[in-house]
């Protein structure tokens, strides 16, 4: 593993830089080993930063932590980047294209001779086609957030106020009376009012 350390008014010691190969370690379980890393830690007064960039193959992985002591700022800086680890190896997984196996005709001439019948006199024919099995769909990127939901009850001018200051595409809220509804942004940039039952 490729670490890159740089200290700013902090000097690295072995027991930081074992505590950056264990969180790495856990990187190393979700992306592989191929990806560089440059830990900068900086003392600014009172204040410790963690900066960690990890350069997996497309776009790098930054995580950024500010905390009381160099050892929290670490493990936050970290926790941020396994979370983003964790999406780019989702976003991968579903936009990597598996081989299909390709159906010329083929699958038709091998074919399965059987009869069905109590006896051979009455016996009937039957022939089954081998054909290939139907492709299984991707699993949909589910991502779960909060941030789209709202805890209090709203009308539909504070909802819409709401959802453009969160800039989100879709909101979740619960008018007055308790009925839920969802806001959604179309591509023009237009908001529909969609009432749940």
């Known amino acids: 593993m490729n670490v890159e350390y740089t200290g700013r008014q902090f000097e690295i010691t072995p027991r930081i830089r074992q505590e950056v190969e264990t969180g790495l370690a856990k990187l190393v379980r ?3 080993d191929n990806f560089k890393t440059k830990v900068i830690l900086t003392v600014e007064k009172h204040r410790h930063k963690a900066e960690i960039t990890i350069s997996p193959r497309n776009h790098p992985l930054v995580g950024l932590a500010e905390a009381a002591d160099m050892m929290a ?3 936050a800086a970290m926790e941020r980047i396994e979370q983003q680890a964790v999406k780019y190896k989702a976003r991968w997984r ?3 294209r598996q081989p299909k196996d390709k159906w010329n005709g083929q699958g038709a001439q091998e074919e399965l001779v059987a009869a069905v019948g109590a006896n051979a006199e009455t016996a009937v024919p039957l022939v089954a086609h081998n054909y290939p099995a139907v492709p299984r769909a991707p699993e ?3 991502v779960r957030s909060r941030n789209g939901v709202a805890m209090r009850p709203l009308t539909l001018e504070e909802a819409v106020k709401e959802a453009q200051f969160r800039d989100h595409d879709v909101f979740v809220f619960r008018d007055p009376n308790g009925k839920v509804m969802v806001l959604h942004r179309t591509k023009d940039g237009k908001m529909e009012l969609i009432e749940a039952p």
Request: glycine share 8%; hydrophobic share 40%.
């Open 30 to 32: 979700i992306l592989g």
């Open 73 to 75: 700022a670490i493990n």
């Open 94 to 96: 579903t936009k990597k």
């Open 140 to 142: 949909p990127h589910i």
